[in-house]
C-alpha cells in the first residue's frame, strides 16, 4: 500500500518506531515534532493521513484538527493520545479525527488502522459510474454524490456521517448491531469503543430528529444496536 503519512509527536522515540514500521509497509513518511511544524508540513506536502498526537508544543492536536476541518480539508486523521479520560476522544472525533488509539499501543495494531483509514477513504472516492437516487421514505440517497437529502433539503453530514445514515436506510426496519456498525465502517470492532459510535448516532440524530431525545427515526434497541425506521410523515 502506498501514500504519504505525516507522523506528529513530540516524542522523537516514537515517531521514529511510527515511522519506520510504517515506512516497512511501503509509505513515504514525513515526521514534525511541533504543531506549528506540522501545519506548514500539512500545508506543503499535502499528506494523504495524519498520525497527530493531541498534546504538542505549538498547535495542539485538536486546534491542527479542527482548524482543518473548518478549511474542508478532509485529509484523514488518526489521533494519538496519553489520556484517558472520554472527553478527549469524544471531542477529537466531533472536531473531525477519523480514529483515535490511546497509548501506549500495539504498532501492528495502528498500522492496520492506517491501512483501513485509507482504503475507506480512497473508496469513497472512487468515481461511481451510475448517477442513481435511492428514495427510501422522506429521504433520498445521491450514492454517486456522498449526499443524503431529508424533505427535500441536503444534509450537512461528514464522511462518517454519510456511511453510517446510508447503511441504517439501506437497512431500514432492520436491528443491526453495534458490532456489525462498528466492524463495517471501522474495519474492526474489538479496538473501537463503542462510545465512537453512539457520538455519531447522536450527531445524526441532531440533524434529522425534530427532537433528539425522543427520535422517531434512528431507534436504540437496547442491548443490540439500532434500527432506521421509515416515518413518511414525520
Not at 445521491?142 to 443524503?148: G, L, S, V
Not at 450527531?203 to 430528529?209: A, G, P, Q, T, Y
Not at 439500532?226 to 416515518?231: I, L, M
Amino acid at each position: 500500500m502506498d501514500g504519504k503519512i505525516l507522523v506528529v509527536d513530540d516524542e522523537e522515540s516514537l515517531v521514529r518506531l511510527i515511522g519506520y514500521n510504517l515506512a516497512k509497509e511501503g509509505f513515504t513518511i514525513l515526521a514534525a515534532d511541533d504543531g506549528n511544524v506540522a501545519w506548514q508540513m500539512i500545508r506543503e506536502e499535502k499528506p494523504d493521513l495524519i498520525v497527530l498526537d493531541l498534546m504538542l508544543p505549538g498547535k495542539d492536536g485538536l486546534e491542527i484538527c479542527r482548524d482543518l476541518r473548518r478549511e474542508d480539508n478532509d485529509t484523514p486523521i488518526l489521533m494519538l493520545t496519553a489520556r484517558e479520560e472520554e472527553i478527549d476522544k469524544v471531542l477529537g472525533l466531533e472536531l473531525g479525527a477519523d480514529d483515535y488509539m490511546t497509548k501506549p499501543f500495539s504498532v501492528r495494531e495502528l498500522n492496520a488502522r492506517v491501512k483501513a483509514i485509507l482504503r475507506r477513504n480512497r473508496g469513497m472516492t472512487k468515481p461511481v459510474p451510475e448517477t442513481k437516487e435511492t428514495r427510501i421514505g422522506d429521504f433520498i440517497i445521491k450514492a454517486d454524490q456522498y449526499e443524503i437529502y431529508h424533505q427535500g433539503q441536503r444534509l450537512d453530514l461528514t464522511l462518517k456521517e454519510y456511511e453510517l445514515l446510508e447503511v441504517l436506510l439501506r437497512n431500514h426496519e432492520r436491528v443491526l448491531k453495534r458490532e456489525y456498525l462498528l466492524q463495517l465502517l471501522w474495519d474492526y470492532a474489538d479496538g473501537v469503543n463503542t462510545r465512537v459510535l453512539d457520538v455519531h448516532i447522536s450527531k445524526l440524530r441532531d440533524k434529522i430528529e425534530n427532537d433528539p431525545k425522543i427520535p422517531v427515526y434512528i431507534k436504540t434497541v437496547r442491548g443490540v444496536g439500532y434500527k432506521f425506521e421509515v416515518n413518511d410523515n414525520v
